[in-house]
């Protein structure tokens, strides 16, 4: 992260981009100094608690204790118009930050770290497998963008509505399948049944995987161990888990990479 305080944004505007993925744009001057690269890259969203004024919250930023913290990814940058977009899944209110994002309104503001390093940045593949749900599309979608015209491969999106279909830049040689599973908590099999399905391409291959955890960890297995794919050329990771908040998950992952 480029810097250990976290930043004041205000909320510009919010609106649902599509029924089940909210738009928050997010504006401060610092948004100008940062990278316009950095689309794809996560962030930490620091959340006010409901009522809490904006001196309260940034004295708490700067003070502690530290506010509910979530994970998030920078979808889209302007640094001269100092905006910044993040996409959060809608999942009900008992996430804070999905509940957040539902209610965020122009003048609304949260906390901001960050931003990490891009996940994906140099594209070197013969072929590309990307697979993301919708917690994981702002990360699938910076990346086709910032893939070479002639890429080629595949791309699996799952999202929770027909309607919740998006249109980014998809290089034409990625054969793109969008797939819905209305309730995310039940663990798709589809995707792993398609993986195990696919005409294996010769040469290198490179991933761009996120999503429910659980489906990740069979993902992992079928990529990494049963089709031997050198982890370099493989971004996979569990952005979420069925039934845990990010902190449970948080600490779950590396607990899991104690032992690995
Ligand atoms: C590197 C990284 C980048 C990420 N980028 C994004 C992003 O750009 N957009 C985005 O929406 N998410 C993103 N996530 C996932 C996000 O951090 C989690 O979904 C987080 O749990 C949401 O916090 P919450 O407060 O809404 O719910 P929590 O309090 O963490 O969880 C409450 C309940 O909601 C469930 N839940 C959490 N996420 C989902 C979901 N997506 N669908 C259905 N149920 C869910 C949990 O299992 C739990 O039961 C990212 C995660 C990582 C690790």
């Known amino acids: 992260m480029s810097s250990r305080k976290p930043k004041l944004f205000t909320v510009l505007k919010a609106w649902n981009l599509t029924p089940n993925m909210i738009r928050v744009t997010l504006t401060g001057p610092e948004i100008a100094a940062m990278d316009p690269n950095c689309r794809g890259a996560n962030c930490k969203i620091f959340l006010p608690a409901e009522g809490q004024s904006r001196d309260e919250f940034e004295r708490q930023l700067q003070d502690g204790p530290r506010p509910v913290v979530r994970t998030?990814?920078?979808?889209q940058l302007r640094a001269k118009a100092q905006e910044m977009d993040i996409d959060f899944v809608y999942h009900g209110d008992e996430g804070p930050a999905s509940a957040?994002?539902?209610r965020a309104k122009p003048g609304d503001f949260c906390g901001f770290g960050g931003p990490g390093p891009v996940k994906v940045t140099s594209f070197y593949a013969n072929s590309y497998l990307i697979i993301a749900d919708m917690s994981a599309l702002p990360l699938a979608a910076a990346t086709l963008e910032a893939m070479p015209e002639d890429a080629t491969g595949t791309a699996i999106f799952e999202i929770m509505a027909p309607t919740d279909r998006q249109h980014f830049r998809i290089p034409p040689g990625i054969e793109t399948h969008?797939?819905?599973?209305?309730d995310p908590h039940v663990q798709t099999e589809t995707i792993p049944r398609m993986v195990a399905a696919l005409d294996w391409?010769?040469?290198?291959?490179?991933?761009?995987?996120a999503g429910e955890s659980g489906v990740i960890k069979t993902l992992r297995q079928a990529l990494l161990v049963d089709r031997k794919l050198?982890?370099?050329d493989?971004?996979?990771?569990g952005y979420w888990k069925i039934g845990l908040k990010e902190d449970e998950h948080q600490t779950m992952?590396?607990?899991?990479?104690?032992?690995a």
């Open 72 to 75: 998030y990814t920078v979808r």
């Open 253 to 259: 992952k590396r607990a899991e990479n104690a032992i």
């Open 100 to 102: 957040w994002a539902a």
């Open 201 to 209: 391409p010769a040469g290198v291959v490179q991933t761009c995987i």
């Open 230 to 232: 050198p982890k370099e």
């Open 234 to 237: 493989c971004y996979i990771s």
């Open 178 to 182: 969008w797939i819905v599973n209305a």
